[in-house]
């Protein structure tokens, strides 16, 4: 999963439940997705040591309803969008 040293994202990351590459703790937590230098929103799954991220094409679905997809080739960096949260911390408003 991700290094918590360096707080990196993993290496492949989907969020398809039905993959095995789906984490929704990471999810949780936001993560971006640059891809040959520009921000991408639309990323359903990404690996960074094969280098392609996996889109959405347009509307269309298959028939079990999924979206279509696009595979594309180019420099991957993912990033976690909110920093990582301690055992600590609930999320929750300071008293006061």
């Not at 990196?8 to 590459?21: A, G, M």
Request: glycine share 10%; aromatic share 8%; charged share 30%.
């Amino acid at each position: 999963m991700a290094d918590k040293a360096t707080d990196t994202p993993p290496d492949r990351l989907s969020l398809d439940p039905r993959s095995e590459f789906y984490d929704e703790t990471l999810l949780s937590r936001g993560v971006g997705i640059k891809f040959n230098g520009q921000e991408k929103t639309n990323v359903i799954e990404y690996s960074v040591s094969e280098g392609w991220i996996r889109i959405a094409a347009g509307r269309s679905r298959d028939r079990f309803g999924q979206p279509m997809t696009i595979k594309l080739k180019g420099q991957v960096e993912p990033y976690f969008e909110a920093p990582a949260q301690s055992a600590g911390e609930d999320g929750a408003a300071s008293e006061g």
